[in-house]
């Protein structure tokens, strides 16, 4: 069997984080250097382990085959296809991982029926593939590519890049053709790894006070803890028919909120967003709640949520990225993404 000298993948289940994999410390890679957080995010959830002589070697590129094992680890990909490619052989090491991409249908392979394993991986390959597995929407994106774009990738290119996924360089330069490098993969990748948190039992309110209240949403009030607060996320039921669209996204968005463990950074922005969401829920039924008044009523708010998130570690905006592309509802997404992190 062909050894594998670009990564070594270990073949656990995503979420159960080993002890070989949390002692997993590499000597090439310093706290200090970009994606350390996201490299060893994806160490401690049993994604990498390495080179196997203590190196990760963040500057080097890995193949197409090994990005295909990445993300069949990080969503929990297992179901087959039938066929594999004509160049992918029963006896190469990456056999059954591209039959798993092949079913989950991330890829599709070349004209010839080939997929060319062997590869090297391009920035705007990987643009594809966490396009189709995290199916990004198409946002607003208001900045223009500078340098080659492949016409077959744009779109893609163009979905990870507005939804904040990875960023435009130095005078607007992606350098899409290039190869990726394993630092970038995994800040890519690790915003994806969600890790399983304990459910929580929603917390019983007075009767008399909810009885009082015509609409208990609160702002969660800060902290490193997920969700909102507790009690219905339903306004009074008088709101204008006008309002009626907005309303279900605002509710979409504290839902949402509710479930999600957030960082202390990141709970810091969702407050912002609540403040918001729930002054706009107060105000459903006098208030005709447009585009147009969301983005004029909270312009403050918005611009101070982005600035949060601007100010944020690149790795650590994709992590946030990743975690809210995953687990919050599409309503609200579209929602956030429309108001609070278009791309500027």
């Known amino acids: 069997m062909k050894k594998i000298t670009a990564i ?16 997993v410390k590499f000597t090439d890679v310093a706290e200090t250097d970009k994606g350390y957080d996201a490299i060893y995010k994806l160490v401690n959830a049993g994604v990498l382990v390495g080179d196997g002589d203590g190196t990760f070697r963040p500057n080097d590129g890995l193949t197409r085959a090994e990005f295909c094992k990445i ?6 990909y297992k179901e087959e296809a039938d066929t ?11 056999y059954k991982d591209i039959l798993i991409a092949k079913k989950a249908g991330y890829i599709a392979g070349y004209g010839d029926d080939t997929f060319r394993g062997e590869n090297m991986l391009t920035r705007e390959e990987t643009c594809v ?8 929407y198409k946002l607003p994106y208001y900045k223009t590519i500078k340098d080659h774009v492949s016409s077959w990738a744009k779109e893609y290119v ?16 992606f350098r899409a053709t290039e190869k990726i490098t394993r630092a970038e993969m995994a800040m890519v990748s690790a915003g994806f790894v969600v890790e399983e948190e304990p459910e929580k039992e929603p917390e019983k309110e ?20 997920g969700g909102s607060g507790s009690g219905s996320s339903k306004p009074s039921t008088n709101y204008t ?44 039924d006098s208030v005709i709640l447009t585009n147009e008044y969301i983005r004029e009523t909270y312009a403050d708010k918005i611009d101070e949520a982005q600035a949060l998130l601007n100010a944020m570690p690149e790795d650590a905006q994709n992590d946030f990225s990743g975690k809210v592309i995953r687990k919050v509802e599409d309503e609200a997404y579209e929602f956030l993404m429309d108001f609070f992190f278009p791309e500027e």
């Open 8 to 23: 070594l993948l270990a073949v656990l289940m995503l979420m159960s984080l080993t002890a070989n994999a949390t002692e």
């Open 71 to 76: 993300i069949n680890l990080i969503f929990d």
């Open 84 to 94: 594999n490619f004509s160049d992918v052989k029963k006896t190469d090491w990456y």
């Open 129 to 136: 593939i966490i396009s189709r597995v995290a199916n990004l």
């Open 158 to 173: 163009e979905k990870v890049l507005s939804n904040r996924l990875m960023t435009l360089e130095a005078g607007d330069t």
């Open 206 to 225: 007075p009767e008399e006070e909810k009885k009082e209240e015509t609409n208990p949403i609160k702002p969660s009030g800060g902290g490193s803890g």
């Open 241 to 284: 028919e006008e309002n009626a669209k907005m309303v279900s996204s605002l509710n979409s968005v504290v839902n949402s909120f509710k479930v999600i463990e957030f960082t202390e950074d990141e709970q810091e922005i969702i407050d912002v967003v609540l403040v918001c969401v729930n002054d706009a829920l107060d105000k459903a």
